[in-house]
């Protein structure tokens, strides 16, 4: 069976790595993958080099619809069109919601069944960005096409799949989570506790509890660290600054690097908005801090708390709170023997059920129901 993989610009987060890994399963479990992704030097079969500027959720230089946007997403799926045309595609699987969306226009006069891998939830996540009414209104209008014209769509939670029957029927959709690497167990130093955010600098992220936390902490023991980029790279580093935090910022890590750095801490955070968007959100993050044996500690927001408790791998503390989620820090740092049976619960956890080849292998099952 050949599987079409088309997916959006490479970001180096979660969308990519997502899709990375998804392209990795399917080419081990011996299925034909074919890329169709935008631009990248590591890409194959590109299908325009050039980015339409929805990609980058940028405003249209008109002020209602964004009607040049359009017609170049209509260009770039007769370009797609042309490329399946000449490949034997079985099934095309998009990623995210403006591939999709493309994806739907070049099978519109095909019977190749359409699969959308939503990622999330991008008029929301839009709308969280500030974007124009317009410009939201746009994506929301392709979100909702799209979920309709698909044959199937993976979901990336419980929370996301309810509030996603609103527009169509629970039986068009699978849970298809994130996960995280099985790694060897990592002794870790107990001389000092390494406390670690790790992940893309958005709003939507919350990371200036996390900094304002770290101002509060007199115990010479802990160290903070803070590593990724963003597009508010800019102001994190006017908050470290103004506030005097005792953050160490590592730089945008290769994935590589960022997962051996996490077997040195010893606490992951996990700071969130509670915007639908990040309600429903299955932050990568969290996975990779307990395939490295974090401890998580995590807002209450989305359902990822839930599984903090059941599964007794971090703490969860109230939202937007400096106050108290230094008091969980404290709390993990102080309780030597629960940090490392909760290190112990994450890294069993992710080789038990949350790893990458356990929850992808549920997309055979909707590969051959399609076929």
Not at 16 to 42: A, Q
Not at 283 to 306: R, T
């Amino acid at each position: 069976m050949n599987i079409g993989i088309f997916a959006g610009p490479d970001t180096g987060f979660g969308d990519t790595i997502r899709t990375k890994k998804i392209t990795e399963f399917l080419s081990e479990k011996g299925y034909g993958v074919v890329n169709l992704n935008f631009g990248g030097t590591s890409q194959v079969n590109k299908v325009q080099p050039q980015l339409p500027r929805l990609f980058k959720f940028t405003k249209s230089i008109f002020a209602s619809i964004s009607f040049f946007d359009h017609v170049y997403l209509l260009r770039l799926s007769k370009n797609l069109e042309k490329k399946l045309q000449r490949k034997r595609i079985d099934i095309l699987q998009c990623e995210t919601t403006v591939p999709a969306y493309i994806g739907s226009l070049a099978l519109k006069h095909r019977k190749t069944p359409l699969i959308f891998d939503m990622h999330g939830l991008s008029a929301e996540q839009a709308v969280m960005e500030g974007k124009s009414t317009s410009m939201v209104d746009y994506i929301r209008k392709i979100q909702t096409t799209t979920l309709k014209s698909a044959h199937h769509i993976f979901a990336v939670s419980d929370l996301h799949k309810e509030y996603l029957q609103s527009v169509v029927e629970g039986e068009k959709i699978t849970v298809i989570p994130n996960a995280g690497e099985v790694r060897p167990p990592f002794t870790k130093s107990e001389e000092n506790i390494n406390v670690v955010y790790g992940g893309i600098f958005a709003y939507w992220e919350n990371i200036q509890t996390y900094i304002q936390s770290t101002t509060l902490n007199a115990d010479e023991r802990i160290n903070f660290y803070l590593l990724g980029d963003g597009p508010l790279k800019g102001t994190i580093m006017n908050i470290i600054k103004s506030l005097n935090a005792p953050v160490k910022y590592l730089g945008k890590l290769s994935r590589k690097k960022a997962m051996d750095f996490f077997d040195k801490c010893h606490i992951g955070a996990l700071t969130s908005t509670t915007d639908i968007a990040r309600q429903i959100a299955c932050p990568i993050k969290f996975f990779d801090y307990l395939s490295s044996g974090l401890a998580v500690l995590s807002e209450d927001v989305g359902w990822w708390p839930q599984v903090v408790r059941d599964h007794d791998v971090g703490l969860v503390v109230k939202q937007n709170s400096p106050a108290d989620l230094y008091e969980g820090i404290h709390h993990l740092v102080n309780d030597s023997q629960k940090r490392k049976q909760m290190s112990q619960n994450a890294q069993k956890l992710i080789s038990g059920e949350y790893n990458w080849r356990k929850q992808l292998s549920k997309m055979e099952k909707v590969y051959n129901s399609l076929t």
